[in-house]
Antibody, heavy 127, light 112 residues
Framework: QVQLQESGPGLLKPSETLSLTCTVSGYSISNNYFWGWIRQPPGKGLEWIGNIHHSGSTYYNPSLKSRVTISVDTSKNQFSLKLSSVTASDTAVYHC????????????????????WGQGTLVTVSS | DIVMTQSPDSLAVSLGERATINCKSSQSVLYSSNNKNYLAWYQQKPRQPPKLLIYWASTRESGVPDRFSGSGSGTDFTLTISSLQSEDVAVYYCQQYYTTPHFGPGTRVDIK
């Protein structure tokens, strides 16, 4: 059974770079899935950040794209999120999750729904 | 972007009664080539991550009780809990994956 666990600093100052890692156990990250990040500000709804396929294919939320980098380390069965120039509005619980993938001639690998989630880690941005 | 809306924002239902949540997409999420609706439903309980309930608009995830069902096509979708149990108190989200993912704002379900 796949398990996902987020790790990283819980407190950042404005303008710093958020760096989180998701460690996947019980399943190879090299299989045909996307691996994604979703965040949830306290008391609010869910916002997709981006995702990555082990082939290197990535998708990013257009509203965050200029600040986001997602990478994968298949040797460690981990994937990571970097979000630069954080502000207080980036304060949220950050979840990693797995997405089944399809393949389309027009787009290549394409992510579907989120079928397994990590528990989430709270990141607070405050001076 | 395909934006999702949900109604109502919240509802309270008596134990054993039916709960119905509506979800609407700003554009169709039905892919004509495979006749599939790229729509999922999640349940989130306090201090827990979301849990996948339904995908492809009506396919129940393994282990999800059969009192949960999804229906609809194109732009209008419904999640139905046929007989509300106390453990179903949660916030429910719809999500489209036809394009870059977008979640609905959520519907809170409580016991009346």
């Amino acid at each position: 059974q796949v398990q996902l666990q987020e790790s990283g600093p819980g407190l950042l100052k404005p303008s710093e770079t958020l760096s989180l890692t998701c460690t996947v156990s019980g399943y190879s990250i090299s299989n045909n899935y996307f691996w994604g990040w979703i965040r949830q500000p306290p008391g609010k709804g869910l916002e997709w950040i981006g995702n990555i396929h082990h082939s290197g294919s990535t998708y990013y939320n257009p509203s965050l794209k200029s600040r986001v980098t997602i990478s994968v380390d298949t040797s460690k069965n981990q994937f990571s999120l970097k979000l630069s120039s954080v502000t207080a509005s980036d304060t949220a619980v950050y979840h990693c999750a797995r997405q089944p993938a399809g393949f389309y001639d027009s787009t290549g690998y394409f992510p579907y729904y989120f079928d397994s989630w990590g528990q989430g880690t709270l990141v607070t941005v405050s001076s | 972007d395909i934006v999702m809306t949900q109604s109502p924002d919240s509802l309270a239902v008596s134990l054993g009664e039916r709960a119905t949540i509506n979800c609407k997409s700003s554009q169709s999420v039905l892919y004509s080539s495979n006749n599939k609706n790229y729509l999922a439903w999640y349940q989130q309980k306090p201090r827990q991550p979301p849990k996948l309930l339904i995908y492809w608009a009506s396919t129940r995830e393994s282990g999800v009780p059969d009192r949960f069902s999804g229906s609809g096509s194109g732009t209008d979708f419904t999640l139905t809990i046929s007989s509300l149990q106390s453990e179903d108190v949660a916030v429910y989200y719809c999500q489209q994956y036809y394009t870059t993912p977008h979640f609905g704002p959520g519907t809170r379900v409580d016991i009346k």
